[in-house]
Structure formats: structure tokens, C-alpha cells
């Protein structure tokens, strides 16, 4: 599957936890799934960008997985990042996978700025204070970067959809 729809995924879904938040809602704009993953825009105001990378069975850690699925969930993760460097052009790509608040394996894939509300700590840290000067500044610049989401949501589909040929 490529781009699809929010309902669509419920489609794909194999193994579920009816408790598990990325088991019932798609965990974002939906805009790219195959049998085994789904890729994700989360609408973050501070974090223009800020995608998932969702398996789509209710497993909790990478070793969940066979070697060939971890393979699998990783490209995407790389392919991902790949789309989001091109398009947003940021400072720095956080990938992270935590899983302590929603133990249902995902990767987080966060593009950084210096002048972001947490840079350099991490996007969950405590912000830093800035002036008012900055404030409207990174205003200003965070306007620049939803801007470019349109943009990304075409890069994230010509690149999955490239992989999938």
C-alpha cells in the first residue's frame, strides 16, 4: 500500500491491544502503509515535521521481531529521515524509540533546529527561556517550516512509493 487514508490502516492491522493508543487511531496524518508499518505526520505546532514510523501489529520492543522485519522497520526509519533532511532542512534529525508511555514499538524521526524551544536538549526536556525578540523569532521560523509540510508529505510518498517498485 501507499499513501492511504486514516481509515485504511485499521486494515492492516494484525495483532492489537485494545488499551494501546497506536493500536486504535492511526497515531498521526497517515501517509504511507505496507503490511507491516505505517509512516505518520504528527501534528506538533513546535515541531513542523515531527513524523512516526509505526509497526502495525501490537509488538513492544525491536527484538519483537525477526531479523528480516527489523530490517524492514529500519529502511523505513532511513527512508523517512532521508525525505524529512531533503525537504526540511533541519540542523540536526532526533530518531528516537522509547516506548515508556506507549509500549507499542515506534520511531519517532523529529527534525531539530538551534533556535527549536528545546535545542539542544531533547524535544520532551523542559524549554528553554527565550527573550521576547527569540520568541517572535522562532515564530517566524516555525511558520517557514509548516510552510514546507505540504512539500514533505509529497517526499515521504515519492520516496515509500519508489521503495515498494
Known amino acids: 500500500m501507499t499513501a492511504a487514508s486514516n481509515a485504511s490502516w485499521y486494515e492492516a492491522m494484525s495483532t492489537t491491544d485494545a488499551g494501546c493508543e497506536l493500536c486504535a487511531s ?48 529500519m529502511d523505513a526509519v532511513c527512508t523517512l529521515e532521508s525525505a524529512v533532511r531533503r525537504v526540511m532542512s533541519p540542523d540536526k534529525i532526533n530518531l528516537a524509540s522509547l516506548g515508556n508511555m506507549t509500549p507499542h514499538l515506534h520511531w519517532h524521526v523529529i527534525p531539530r533546529y538551534a533556535d527549536d524551544a528545546h535545542f539542544p536538549g531533547a524535544v520532551w526536556a ?27 508529505r509529497a517526499e515521504i510518498i515519492r520516496q515509500f512509493s519508489s521503495t515498494q517498485e
Do not use: N
Open 26 to 73: 492511526p497515531g498521526g496524518e497517515l501517509l504511507f502503509q505496507d503490511g507491516q508499518l505505517r509512516v505518520v505526520l504528527v501534528d506538533d505546532a513546535d515541531y513542523p515535521g515531527f513524523c512516526r514510523v509505526i509497526w502495525q501489529a501490537h509488538v513492544r520492543e525491536m527484538t519483537d521481531l525477526s531479523r528480516p522485519q527489523r530490517a524492514h522497520l
Open 126 to 152: 523542559a524549554r528553554r527561556q527565550k527573550t521576547q525578540q527569540e520568541a517572535d523569532a522562532d515564530a517566524q521560523s516555525r511558520a517557514r517550516r509548516q510552510a514546507l509540510l505540504p512539500a514533505l
